[in-house]
């Protein structure tokens, strides 16, 4: 109780240092219709952004083993976090001063996001006259409750079925209540919320926008040679988190095709950094992904636009906000028929293999680039904006 208490009273503290900042930097600065991205760098989602929106500015607060890129404010090396904290509240007054537009990545705030959920600092920063966007990520909004329910009246297991067990106490009713937190407060005032209703089902009762991706033209390569007759098969398997990835399931598969004699390549690579799994992306004929989530993931798209056949288990017929023909794009592959999809796949010639791979990249041609997540969301921000302009 003691430690909830001074939890508030920081967080108090933290809306005076904003107040008092935020009315001396008004005076100075004049808003204009620009944006900032925070605060945490999670799937490349940070820096991603701000590529695709123009007169951008991102902020960090913590830092990601597995990238290695700059930021605008970085505040990942400010110790103790007293001090970051007071910090990232006058930071806030700051660029709100400077900025209209706020785009949220998972769900971490300027201000201690545990209190409310953020709800204050978007009541804020809509008093203010800033817009504000959400992008979620996975274990920042998923409901254990919701997902158990779902997971029992479709008799199937889902992410939070193992996750439980690989992250502890993250299925508590404390942190329940902090998603629930969340969902409530970007229900209320933000302008617009990124979701996957299913695959991360929340307490969001309003529609909300499909997942986006930001791969690079550059990034989206097709390898014909990878697939030359001569050529053994290579298997790559990259998980972040390998129970709720399903890396025993993968691994069962494994051994057991090679005691049946197929003869195949098989990478599997934990904890290492996204320019290392970028490389043997490149040479991978098949990519396991992961078998419990609906949506591919940043992972399996990084491994389509590598010209891979990618299995998971992402499945339109469950999540309806995947775009177009998803389900050809990948051979979709429930937890328990991971061993039978890829002997399937084995059992292919290397042109099929080639012709399976190639609608992959395709669909990350169409779907996943920044020119499309660019002009999607910058389409939602105008809309925003000049909604807020004519309500003015």
Known sequence: KMKKKLIVFYFKIQVFFFTIFNFLFRIIYKQKNTTVIGVEEIASFLSNIK????????????????????????????????????YSAILLAYLSSKHKNFIYISGAGFFISDVDG????????????????CFYTGSDIRSFLLMDKFSHENEI??????????????????????????????????????NPNIDQMSYFKRPTHSILYFV??????????????????????????????GTPLVRAAIKKLKEEGYIFNYVELIDKPNKVVLEELSTAHIVLNEFYAFVPGV?????????????????????????????EAWVVTPYWLVYD???????????????????????????????????YLNNVINEITNCATQLD
């Not at 123009?54 to 103790?80: C, E, G, H, R, W």
């Not at 953020?118 to 966007?133: A, D, I, W």
């Not at 992410?159 to 969340?182: C, G, P, V, W």
Request: hydrophobic share 35%; with cysteine; net charge positive.
């Open 157 to 194: 297991d889902v992410i939070t079925t193992y996750q439980r067990i690989s992250h502890k106490n993250i299925d508590s009713k404390e942190n329940e209540a902090k998603r629930k937190m969340l969902a409530i407060a970007s229900e209320k005032y933000a302008d617009a919320i990124f």
């Open 341 to 375: 999809k890829l002997k399937e796949q084995l059992d292919k010639t290397m042109l099929e293999l080639k012709e399976q791979a190639d609608k992959g990249t395709e669909w990350v041609k169409k779907y996943c680039t920044e020119e499309y997540s660019a002009k």
């Open 299 to 327: 992972f399996g798209i990084e491994a389509m636009a590598n010209n891979a056949v990618l299995l998971t288990s992402a499945d339109k017929n469950i999540e309806p906000s995947l775009q177009g023909e998803a389900n």
């Open 51 to 86: 590529k695709v929106i123009p007169f951008s500015v991102n902020v960090n607060f913590n830092f990601n083993k597995f990238y290695n890129y700059s930021y605008d404010y970085d505040l990942s090396a400010i110790k103790p976090r007293v001090f970051k904290g007071i």
């Open 118 to 133: 953020r709800e204050t600092e978007f009541r804020l920063l809509k008093s203010k006259g800033c817009n504000v966007l």
């Open 216 to 245: 690079e033209k550059n990034q989206i390569r097709e390898y014909p040679d990878k697939f030359s007759n001569n050529e053994i098969v290579k298997i790559v398997h990259a998980p972040s988190s390998p129970i709720i990835k």
